[in-house]
T-cell receptor
Framework: GDSVTQMEGPVTLSEEAFLTINCTYT??????LFWYVQYPGEGLQLLLK?????DKGSNKGFEATYRKETTSFHLEKGSVQVSDSAVYFC??????????FGQGTELSVKP | NAGVTQTPKFQVLKTGQSMTLQCAQD?????MYWYRQDPGMGLRLIYYSASEGTTDKGEVPNGYNVSRLNKREFSLRLESAAPSQTSVYFC???????????????FGPGTRLTVT
């Protein structure tokens, strides 16, 4: 069945460090790909999305590129801030339009 | 525009008690979803409703029932709560944009449920 694997957390970085959170997936057909972010005590918010191969989604300095050949959608940010501390979820959509969530990667950014 | 709202925010139940979690959205979305979030497990789909009048099981439906009361509201009922249902429950809604292949989901703030 469809599934997603994310890099395990927690990831701890210093402010202004470079961030990569790896995500690979298995899905039937050509799913759309999403990254959601969950700040402490809140629900999930859409961070960025890509709907076809080689698309790059970007928002708030975060980027991810839809790599069909490697079935990956890695999240990157060039310079993280303390306010980026949160849990990040990679989620492809399956053919029925439902999201398949990874286990989440907790990011902690220290000043 | 409140988005997706959920009530209650917190609830403590004893084993065997029943309760209903309420969810409403004001974005005129067709589809609505109930998820549970457990540590290290990500979000798992309990039930979903693709449109008013339809509901379908997700990945972990056992022990739950749902009602799509109208286009706005989608409730989740625990008939006889068990400690294994201790979790954070999220409601979400989405609409498929015409001609688009994706469904962007919007989430509520969650209900934290403890069953003792």
């Amino acid at each position: 069945g469809d599934s997603v694997t994310q890099m395990e957390g927690p990831v701890t970085l210093s402010e202004e460090a470079f961030l990569t959170i790896n995500c690979t997936y298995t899905a039937t057909g050509y799913p759309s790909l999403f990254w959601y972010v969950q700040y402490p005590g809140e629900g999930l918010q859409l961070l960025l999305k890509a709907t076809k191969a080689d698309d790059k989604g970007s928002n708030k300095g975060f980027e991810a590129t839809y790599r069909k050949e490697t079935t990956s959608f890695h999240l990157e940010k060039g310079s993280v801030q303390v306010s980026d501390s949160a849990v990040y979820f990679c989620a492809p959509s399956n053919q029925g339009g439902k999201l398949i969530f990874g286990q989440g990667t907790e990011l902690s950014v220290k000043p | 525009n409140a988005g997706v709202t959920q009530t209650p925010k917190f609830q403590v139940l004893k084993t065997g008690q029943s309760m209903t979690l309420q969810c409403a959205q004001d974005m005129n979305h067709n589809s609505m979803y109930w998820y549970r979030q457990d540590p290290g497990m990500g979000l798992r789909l309990i039930y979903y409703s693709a449109s008013e009048g339809t509901t379908d099981k997700g990945e972990v439906p056992n022990g739950y029932n749902v009602s799509r009361l109208n286009k706005r509201e989608f409730s989740l009922r625990l008939e006889s709560a068990a400690p294994s249902q201790t979790s954070v429950y999220f409601c979400a809604s989405s609409v498929q944009l015409q001609g688009a292949a994706f469904y962007e989901q919007y989430f509520g703030p969650g209900t934290r449920l403890t069953v003792t």
